[in-house]
């Protein structure tokens, strides 16, 4: 069974930094995409960052130059790391992991940015 699991969120301040972690089990995780979306209140899921197998990464444009994402393959796990927190980062964080015909989705983090 394969679970997805993402930690790390919580309350920030404008500025600020957090790292989010997602953890993937149930799966040869080195061949799966990861990516990070996020849906804010009242707002659609969005797109954040990926990184593929090879490394290769893509980020929105509101988060270019201050989040990173990253991957460790002997800990089947991915990371976000946001810096300079906006209050427009306020967001539940969702992991996805993917191939071409197999997606899986965690549970989310909730991430505040707020003074």
């Known amino acids: 069974q394969v679970h997805v699991v993402e930690s790390g969120g919580g309350l920030v301040q404008p500025g600020g930094s957090l790292r989010l972690s997602c953890t993937a089990s149930?799966?040869?995780?080195?061949?799966?995409?990861m990516g990070w979306y996020r849906q804010a209140p009242g707002k659609q899921r969005e797109l954040v960052a990926l990184?593929?197998?090879?490394?290769?990464?893509n980020y929105a444009d509101s988060v270019k130059g201050r989040f990173t994402i990253s991957r460790d393959n002997a800990k089947n796990t991915a990371y976000l790391q946001m810096d300079s927190l906006k209050p427009e980062d306020t967001a539940v964080y969702y992991c996805?992991?993917?191939?071409?015909?197999?997606?899986?989705w965690g549970q989310g983090t909730e991430v505040t940015v707020s003074s």
């Open positions: 996805k992991v993917f191939q071409l015909i197999r997606t899986y």
């Open positions: 149930g799966i040869s995780f080195s061949m799966y995409h």
């Open positions: 990184i593929t197998t090879g490394g290769t990464t």
